[in-house]
């Protein structure tokens, strides 16, 4: 055989190689960083699914839990509604969802909160969230919760119930940079001592979001994409 035809086919061989090697990386990392969802926890009490892999794979990973106190989800389903579909995030994002299966009503129908679901929500955060978030490589834990108006002034504001703690410094950084977004620790929680306060303790910065379950829903958009971003815009050293 000619020597060129022969060159030609090597080369015309590795191209394919390389071509093929190249288009195998791309696949593997969609399927490696595509959003997944996993239920991580299913008894008589309710589940636990985690939602991962939203924003930035190659980032510090963040966790936001939703659905420790099941009637405050309106600021749940805002928060579900928006962060998995915000593009060109900084970090990456898993997010934990509690689903109660006891009664707990709605915020205008039952007030004060106390059906046997808040409780509940608190026992499964404790019982399945905590560990799998302790074990889980996170830079910030965010809470989400909504209030009936109990706070006087205090509408909209994040805070940690640890003072003095790493969550309670990116809390305050946040308040700072956001413009309907406070910083108030209302000295009192129900629901500390069953995620951020031992999140808190044991090295794992976590801090809450209170949101007004009163305001319209445009409002609780625009702050709820306010502290979105002002998460996703932190320094973690
Ligand atoms: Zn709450």
């Known amino acids: ?61 963040i966790a936001y839990v939703v659905g420790v106190h099941p009637l405050e989800n309106d600021t749940h389903n805002t928060f579900l509604k928006i962060l998995p579909n915000l593009t060109n995030l900084n970090y990456s994002y898993d997010i934990y969802v509690i689903n109660v299966t006891l009664d707990f009503s709605q915020y205008g ?3 004060p909160d106390d059906e046997p ?16 978030i302790l074990n889980g490589s996170y830079e910030l834990v ?10 006087g002034d205090h509408n909209t504001f994040v805070f940690s119930p640890v003072e003095g703690s790493l969550g309670e410094s990116y809390a305050v950084a946040v308040s700072n940079d956001t413009e309907n977004v406070s910083y108030y620790n209302p000295q009192f929680t129900t629901s ?11 090295g794992v910065p976590a801090f809450y979001y209170e949101e007004n379950s009163f305001f319209s829903q445009d409002i609780k958009d625009v702050h709820m994409l306010e502290l979105i971003y002002a998460v996703d815009s932190l320094k973690f050293n």
């Open 142 to 151: 965010v809470d989400v919760h909504a209030h009936g108006g109990a706070y």
């Open 192 to 202: 500390g001592p069953y995620l951020t306060v031992p999140l808190n303790e044991n």
């Open 1 to 61: 055989m000619n020597r060129k035809i022969i060159l030609l086919i090597i080369v015309l061989l590795i191209f394919s190689v390389a071509l093929f090697t190249q288009i195998k990386t791309v696949h593997d990392d969609n399927d490696e960083f595509k959003i997944t969802h996993e239920i991580i926890a299913n008894d008589s009490l309710g589940s636990v699914e985690v939602i991962r892999n939203i924003g930035n794979p190659n980032s510090p990973k």
């Open 109 to 111: 129908q039952l007030l």
């Open 117 to 132: 679901g808040r409780q509940t929500g608190q026992e499964l955060a404790l019982k399945y969230v905590y560990p799998a």
